[in-house]
């Protein structure tokens, strides 16, 4: 069974920084892709950016590019998403997930999520 928690989300202003983390358990795969998305009140979720756990090529949306930067510490198996420069319209719910055994595309197929973690920026 895998098990994905999220930490590090809380209130910050624009312009603030933050570092999520995600604890990831029970995985039986070598290499995969883990994502960080979010979902706002009343929005559709979207990817945020994702990560090849084997060779370390990244992904992200437009709307972070040059902001954040995810990343993954292997021998630990926890992912991070460090948030910098952050706006008001980063208010969201944050949650990670990884691939199972549905091959990811992008950020398309991800099996396994975490409960998320709430980030809220004020301006």
């Known amino acids: 069974q895998v098990y994905l928690m999220e930490s590090g989300g809380g209130s910050v202003q624009a312009g603030g920084s933050l570092r999520l983390s995600c604890a990831a358990s029970?995985?039986?795969?070598?290499?995969?892709?883990m994502a960080w998305f979010r979902q706002a009140p009343g929005k559709v979720r979207e990817g945020v950016a994702f990560?090849?756990?084997?060779?370390?090529?990244?992904g992200y949306a437009d709307s972070v590019k040059g902001r954040f930067t995810i990343s993954k510490d292997n021998a630990k198996n926890i992912l991070y998403l460090q948030m910098d420069n952050l706006k008001p319209e980063d208010t969201a719910m944050y949650y990670c997930?990884?691939?199972?055994?549905?091959?990811?595309?992008?950020?398309?197929?991800?099996?396994?999520w975490g409960q998320g973690t709430q980030v809220t920026v004020s301006s």
């Open positions: 990560i090849n756990t084997n060779d370390g090529s990244t």
């Open positions: 997930a990884a691939e199972g055994e549905v091959v990811v595309v992008g950020f398309e197929g991800y099996q396994y």
């Open positions: 029970g995985y039986s795969y070598d290499s995969y892709y």
